[in-house]
Nanobody, 120 residues
């Protein structure tokens, strides 16, 4: 079993910045991709950014150029640096990790989420 714990959310003014962190623990040796998704009551869960174990990144169109995802494999941690935040970025941000189960099936793991609120 893998556990993901997010931190770094909070209240920020439009145009400000925040950095989120997600630490993975447990049976983490099988993890290969990690990422961030966000969700509001009015929307389905939305891709923010993903990063492979080798460092290849992918971003959702709404955050491209403003957000940066990175990972530190030695610390089992993935980060999301968010710049030029807008009110539309307000959401609960969830950390995601993909790995293999005991039968080598693909398994998705999710954190409990951290609230990001952008407001003046």
């Amino acid at each position: 079993q893998v556990q993901l714990v997010e931190s770094g959310g909070g209240l920020v003014r439009p145009g400000g910045s925040l950095t989120l962190s997600c630490v993975a623990s447990g049976s983490i040796s099988s993890l290969y991709d990690m990422g961030w998704y966000r969700q509001t009551p009015a929307k389905q869960r939305e891709l923010v950014a993903t990063i492979t174990n080798g460092g290849s990144t992918n971003y959702g169109d709404s955050v491209k150029g403003r957000f940066t995802i990175s990972r530190d494999n030695a610390k089992n941690t993935v980060y999301l640096q968010m710049n030029s935040l807008d009110t539309e970025d307000t959401a609960v941000y969830y950390c995601n990790a993909r790995g293999y189960g005991l039968a080598f099936e693909v398994v998705n793991y999710w954190g409990q989420g951290t609230q990001v609120t952008v407001s003046s």
